[in-house]
């Protein structure tokens, strides 16, 4: 028993010890929790920014429910404080949160009590949000070593469940003896730990009280607002060939009902750990296995614009501003982009506008004017269409990429779906949604159901999508821009067919594309020769390993510096460009009626006001790619250049314009009708070819014929059959 009364002094860690005593005893880490409250009080009260200027003991009083804090601050004000809060977050934040209370009391004048007597208002309830400014980790990352620590993950919510109400304080009563008792509750999706046993000691000749005899008084116990997100990691943080995972986020208070689906979010949480109720039959048995969530205590909506590292570095600024003031700063990013692919310059540079976009407008009424540039690529297969597409949609900062066929109008917009614990509906956002601030490719457009197709009408005009689905009313905002390519309806492009024939698509869908070029695969000897050596230089070259370092490397300059253009500069008009423009068209719209009367057919891609807006538009991203904020005379003769050779040149395409017809030909065709209308019968069908080759016998000319048999399909006279092999006369 030696030892026992060695006389050693012993401290008590009481709040009247001091810090002194407390503080530098034994281990000097392991402070106190009255130390820790007193050092988080002293952090409120006293952290400056600059001279006199108090950024946390302001911002409680002009918000009292919650304080915004960051961890960097934290660090320059003590180091100690962010790595406990890292290390043990669910023991400290409460007590940073009494500390804040605390301090609003002592900052608050005093009030009339009952008795007349002035005393300190009641504590409120102050809730403690963290942000921090380092790198997020990936939701694959999460394991076991972070459980109830501290962690930063970046995702993009898909759905939000409605909001619940979660007691703090559960109030007990003995059904024997009805004595009251509090319990407090474990914050996030825990429970509350309930006595076995009352503690009331029996009189004599009383009952005792038995086992578990404690009844809720919901009525009675505290609560607070929760609500349970999904959070998706990134699309472009996810592996070639995986799901994207998801999980699982409890948020309280006052973040409760801020989030909408569908928005990206970097999140400080507290990586815990609930017992799922109705897991599946396979781990009914183990006990021990618990699923993952994470209980918010800060959010940060990324910013929607660059949506990526917002923060540029001195020098990336300074070399990208050397680089916009270049005399050929333009040509220099139409020649980064796809540049395995030859030729198709034009498209090249439709390419760059739409990824550099013009600018959003928001007008005083609420309008809002899109923007985004979309853009359409018509034409032959092997034309390069999809490796754009491919291209748009690693460069782009957001992008998604579909194909026609695979995709339905719910998968494009929004999709409602039944939660399958609590039976209720909830929104996932589809493409056009996830893809907000971004790009959307979509291949194979002519594939698509006419009724999907019909879906992405509002997305592209409005940019938003109205979804009213199982008790669900809402808008979703799908700020994209679509870039699509999609073959005529006969698989390649026919010359001698009008514009009508080989656009298949509606004057609708058509109108709201800025862009749409026609991409014919020419036969000419000397181009031919020119992209067989490219081709064959590109596969053979792709094996050296030196290019691809380079070629990566200027992949994400372009990124950075598309970003910086999205997010710095918004160009406007000039006043002469705003003449020039609208002399324009103007003019084109009398062209387009002259064209009109003449052929007497309206031209098979409309002009309307949305084209003006698209050049608009167009002359906007020209300017942001050398981040002027202004739009110059220059900008808009660019512009109306791209838009003639694309949606100009297609309107104008196709047979019927390009000859003007002679007195004789019209008689000539007049004569070949009435051979074509004796060689079929009325319901009677005959080859196409042989049709020609026996007509050419009796010395037709082939093409007189052939364009006979074109107005007649235009008058409905005949019709095609079998992949327009057969000619069958209607009556």
Known sequence: MSGWDEGAVFYSDQALAGDDAAGNRGDPGTDSNHSLLQKFKEFIRNFETTNNVFPYRESLLHNPKFLLVDMGDLDTFDSDLPAKLRSSPADVLPLFETAAAQVLVSLKTKVAGDTGVMEDPAPGDVQILLTSKEDPLSIRSLGAQYISKLVKIAGITIAASRTKAKATYVTLVCKNCKKGKQVPCRPGLGGAIVPRSCDHIPQPGEEPCPIDPWLV????????????????????????????????????RGLVQTVVPGSRLTIMGIYSVYQASNSSTSHKGA?????????????????????????????EIEEFKKFATAPDAYKSICSKIAPSIFGHDDVKKAVACLLFGGSRKNLPDGVRLRGDINVLLLGDPSTAKSQFLKFVEKTAPVAVYTSGKGSSAAGLTASVIQDSSTREFYLEGGAMVLADGGVVCIDEFDKMRPEDRVAIHEAMEQQTISIAKAGITTVLNSRTSVLAAANPPSGR?????????????????????????????????????????????????????????????????????????????????????????????????????????????????????????????????????????????????????????????????GINQQINLTPDMANEIKQAETQIKRRIGIGNHISERRLIDDLSRMGMNESIVRRALIIMHQREEIEYKRERRVVYRKA
Not at 295 to 309: C, K, Y
Not at 573 to 595: F, G, P
Request: with cysteine; proline share 4%; hydrophobic share 35%.
């Open 217 to 252: 008084v919901p009525d009675k116990s505290k609560y607070v607002d929760q609500q349970t997100l999904k959070l998706q990691e990134n699309p472009e943080d996810v592996p070639t060939g995986e799901l994207p995972r998801n999980l699982l986020l409890s948020v309280d």
């Open 287 to 315: 006990v021990a296995v618990r699923q993952p969530y994470i209980r918010v205590v800060g959010i940060e909506e990324t910013n929607e614009r660059s949506r990526g590292p917002a923060a540029f570095t001195q020098d």
């Open 493 to 653: 492009y026919d010359d001698l067919k009008t514009a009508q024939d080989n656009i298949d698509l509606q004057t609708t869908i058509l109108s709201r594309f800025d862009l749409i070029f026609i991409v014919k695969d020419v036969r000419m000897y000397s181009q031919d020769k020119i992209i067989a050596n490219h081709i064959i230089k590109v596969h053979a070259s792709a094996g050296a390993t030196m290019g691809e370092s380079k070629t990566s490397k200027e992949e994400n300059w372009l990124k950075r510096y598309l970003q910086y253009c999205r997010s710095e500069c918004h160009p406007r008009l000039s006043e002469s460009a705003t003449t020039l423009l609208q002399n324009h068209y103007v003019k084109i719209r009398q062209d387009m009626r002259q064209q009109a009367n003449e052929t007497g057919e309206a031209a098979a891609i409309p002009i309307t006001v949305r084209q003006l807006e698209a050049i608009v538009r167009l002359s906007e991203a020209l300017a942001k790619m050398k981040l002027s904020h202004l739009a110059t005379e220059e900008h808009v003769q660019e512009a109306v250049r791209l838009f003639t050779v694309s949606t100009m040149d297609a309107a104008k395409s």
